[in-house]
């Protein structure tokens, strides 16, 4: 009987549940997730195992070759044996351990299981299951663990066989939202809100084969997101080759175990700082360049400020700010033919001076912006701030409508509220989309104008933005529809109003004065 989405997320919770007692929620994350992928590749190998028992006749067949052939046609990764050749002989699947699992030192023996996963699959798993430094008793007791394990061991069996990767993919967004819905700041440091993101991946709208490339990539969620897309859109999602950077390494197994559990395998998520070691270059050291690139980095990060980095047009951004630092890296990325890239970032790179004001007119004369989306404020699960989204095409490569100019678009007024936070509805998304994809008259204004629903948008030559200082302010192009549409009737009442009590208070002054002796005060 299928699973269903409602019932795993359910009975995963109850395993996170499990971890009140001893951390907070912030943290469960680094526990929950290689407990589950663990838990996936365990039980999605003992399904092919099964099935290689089913039609083999292994009586004719030796150790060797029966390993080879499973290996071949029914594997496609290996779940060790731990101390092969021994009587304490056992694989390091989760079923094993968990029939153990009454036995001392229970944290030590999964992670020789996990580590040993790793090793054994270098290609695949290589640090993916992180620090693991939850398998100290100091951290996390026996007792505990065991108790989400059991929790987690009542989840319906993982595997292709019992429920669908879409369904498993959904459970650990389920999680990922969950932890940051619930934990604030930390956990929302390596999630972006899916709305946020269908909303950048439907403008940069990535197609079948191409590249997609996110340099801070956090939980993996704008890339799973790309491929989710183009397979709604018709395509093959799997045919996209992704690509990821992320500081932290257990964030960065968090997006590798993500995208195995959405079944996209063409991928590469690498640990580093971007900024200063971006790990993928060119030959000649130079950025590598992809045809998609997208991020939500962390804002306002202090940095040290690159030395002599061809990535740095139009100067290198301040030390207390790495906002700028970034998009030139996503612009040193942008494949020159039909590269594209967006970014959300705080509305401060709009106007900031000195070294950023540099940096932006340098990116504005060179025609790289494409579009500037002004988006609510309390979107994010780490920050209040209102954010904005940035557009940028490679060079020469806008639509000659396009050219020359920027399309500005406020959204700012288009949100739901939510229990923590605010959110972007789909009707909100599909809008702001056919905002961005609108032809726009001589004067900037839309073809076919609406007018209704708190989102407007201009397209602004670049004469216009020179003129004000290369200041991207969105208010300073577009004015607030309701300031536009004020009632006449109010604004004459309240004028009226405010101008009897001015009168009244100059015939205060005036009594004040005649009484003090003041003559000939002329009002």
Known sequence: MAVTQQEIESRLWDAADELRVAMPEAQYSSVVFPLMFWKYLSDTWEHHHQEFLDENDLDSLSAEEAREIEYRDYQSFEIPCIYPGTV??????????????TQSSLGQRVRASLQSIETANPDKFSRIFGSMTWTSEEVLSGEVLAAVMQAMDRTPKMHEGNMSHDVLGGAYEYLLKRFSDGSGTRAGQFFTPREVVELLVEILDPKGHESVYDPTCGSGGMLIASANLLKAHGGRGYTLDLYGQEAVSDTAGVARMNLFMHNLTQFQVEVGDTLKDP??????????????????????????????????????????????????????????????????????????????????????????LEAVIGLPANLFYNTTIPTCVLVFRAPGTKAPERRDGVLFIDASKRF??????????????????????SAFDAEGSPADPDGEGGL????????????????????????????????????????????????????????????????????
């Open 88 to 101: 304490a002989e056992r694989r390091a699947s989760w079923s094993s351990i968990l029939a153990t699992i």
């Open 279 to 368: 790990r993928f270059k060119k030959p000649d050291g130079s950025a590598a360049q992809f045809d998609v690139i997208l991020a939500n980095p962390p804002y306002s990060l202090k940095w040290k400020p690159w030395s002599n980095d061809p990535r740095a047009i139009g100067g290198t951004a301040p030390a207390k700010s790495a906002d700028w630092a970034f998009v030139q890296h996503m612009i040193a990325s942008m494949d020159p033919k039909k590269g594209r890239a967006g970014v959300v970032l705080p509305h401060g790179v709009l106007f900031r001076g000195g070294e950023e004001g540099a940096i932006r007119r340098r990116v504005l004369d060179d025609d790289l």
């Open 416 to 437: 739901t509220k939510a229990k923590n936070r605010n959110v972007l509805t789909e009707e909100d998304i599909a809008d702001v989309v056919t905002a961005y994809h």
């Open 456 to 523: 407007s948008a201009r397209f602004v030559p670049i004469t216009e933005i020179v003129e004000a200082g290369y200041d991207l302010n969105i208010g300073r192009y577009i004015k607030q529809a309701a300031a536009e549409q004020e009632d006449l009737g109010t604004l004459i009442k309240a004028y009226n109003v405010a101008r009897a009590e001015r009168q009244k208070t100059e015939q205060r002054m005036l009594d004040v004065l005649a009484a003090a002796g003041i003559e000939g005060f002329d009002e």
